[in-house]
């Protein structure tokens, strides 16, 4: 991570970093085969509003262009696409307010959110 921007930046101030910028970016310096992120929606959701389970990265820059995804989604997809064009193999979006998220996620065949890769 540059530290380069927090120059100037007086000691004992606040500074807003966005959390999925630093996950991301923790994912890659790590050289973690996965990145997973925690929100409160199930994931990449359709015009519909139906969850995406699986997705690739050439889906997702349509989406973004056809402003498909949009909000606060828009971060943790840049973070995903960066980090997949960095060597984490996959990206999960999940909602982390469901009971057992991780666990279903992960072990099972479908899982409960979205998963992205390239």
Do not use: W
Not at 26 to 51: M, Y
Not at 70 to 91: F, Q, R, T
């Amino acid at each position: 991570m540059n530290l380069d921007q927090f120059k100037g930046v007086p000691y004992g101030e606040t500074y807003n970093i966005n959390a999925d910028i630093v996950a991301g970016r923790i994912a890659i310096a790590l050289s973690a085969g996965r990145l997973i992120f925690l929100t409160d929606v199930d994931g990449v959701l359709d015009l519909e509003g139906a969850l995406i389970p699986s997705i690739d990265t050439k889906k997702i820059s349509k989406m973004v262009k056809d402003k498909a995804i949009s909000g606060g989604m828009i971060p943790k997809i840049e973070c995903a696409l960066n980090a997949l064009n960095n060597d984490v193999e996959k990206v999960h979006i999940i909602n982390g307010c469901k009971r057992h998220a991780l666990l279903l996620e992960l072990f099972t065949d479908k899982g409960i959110g979205t998963e992205v890769t390239t």
